[in-house]
């Protein structure tokens, strides 16, 4: 059996950026645990706004043929004023492109949430990004980090300085790895409880 592909896909658009930085670390942890891995750097994508009324511009494209390979996902956004940024939202919303899939979205991928906060109020990122994933006939991994005050442990060049931080987010990158292999194995993973919003049950 082939690896799994665990695509982790966040960023800022600030350089040196602290949720890039973690989400790489949990994306060290899924290639850890036998994924194989891709990260998506917003930033370098430079994604335009999104609209429907355009053609699609090859950026997008890709964003949206790489989220449709990938077994399982891991997003990652800075904290901003208790909700996701702007480009991680643009980025999200881009992936409209994936409602003529078979099957659309991202129905039977597990996604893992991560977020670093300047403060203590990250979870509320994470909340948002919940209702996305949902929306999207995903499946969240209950397992989720937010790291608090962001300035205590990422130095001045964004590295990661906190060893117990670390070990979190490459738990995360594990964790997220084992639901998608169960869900190869299984069609569903062991935290499953009821089906995402908008799917049908039998």
Same mark, same amino acid.
């Given at each position: 059996?082939?690896?799994?592909?665990?695509?982790?896909?966040?960023?800022?658009?600030?350089?040196?950026?602290?949720?890039?930085?973690?989400?790489?670390?949990?994306?060290?942890?899924?290639? !850890?645990?036998?994924?194989?891995? /891709?990260?998506?750097?917003?930033?370098?994508?430079?994604?335009?706004?999104?609209?429907?009324?355009?053609?699609?511009?090859?950026?997008?494209?890709? $964003?949206?043929?790489?989220?449709?390979?990938?077994?399982?996902? /891991?997003?990652?956004?800075?904290?901003? +004023?208790?909700?996701?940024?702007?480009?991680?939202?643009?980025?999200?919303?881009?992936?409209?492109? *994936?409602?003529? +899939?078979? =099957? =659309?979205?991202?129905?039977?991928?597990?996604?893992?949430? $991560?977020?670093?906060?300047?403060?203590?109020?990250?979870?509320?990122?994470?909340?948002?990004?919940?209702?996305?994933?949902?929306?999207?006939?995903?499946?969240?991994?209950?397992?989720?980090?937010?790291?608090?005050?962001?300035?205590?442990?990422?130095?001045? !060049?964004?590295?990661?300085?906190?060893?117990?931080?670390?070990?979190?987010?490459?738990? *995360?990158?594990?964790?997220?790895?084992?639901?998608? $292999?169960?869900?190869?194995?299984?069609?569903?993973?062991?935290?499953?409880?009821?089906? =995402?919003?908008?799917?049908?049950?039998?």
């Amino acid at each position: 059996m082939t690896r799994p592909l665990v695509v982790g896909m966040g960023g800022s658009l600030r350089t040196p950026s602290t949720s890039l930085t973690a989400l790489c670390v949990a994306v060290e942890g899924a290639a !850890d645990a036998g994924a194989g891995t /891709l990260v998506i750097d917003l930033k370098r994508l430079a994604l335009p706004f999104y609209t429907s009324e355009h053609g699609i511009p090859g950026s997008a494209r890709r $964003l949206a043929d790489t989220v449709q390979a990938a077994d399982a996902l /891991l997003w990652s956004s800075p904290t901003y +004023h208790g909700s996701v940024s702007g480009a991680f939202k643009n980025a999200v919303d881009w992936l409209a492109l *994936l409602a003529d +899939h078979d =099957p =659309p979205y991202l129905s039977n991928k597990p996604v893992g949430m $991560l977020t670093t906060a300047g403060g203590v109020q990250g979870l509320q990122a994470i909340n948002a990004m919940e209702f996305i994933v949902r929306s999207l006939r995903g499946w969240a991994v209950p397992l989720v980090f937010a790291v608090p005050r962001s300035s205590r442990v990422f130095d001045g !060049d964004g590295r990661l300085t906190d060893q117990a931080v670390a070990d979190q987010l490459r738990g *995360l990158g594990a964790e997220v790895t084992r639901a998608a $292999l169960q869900f190869r194995a299984e069609g569903t993973c062991d935290y499953a409880q009821e089906q =995402p919003s908008g799917a049908v049950r039998d």
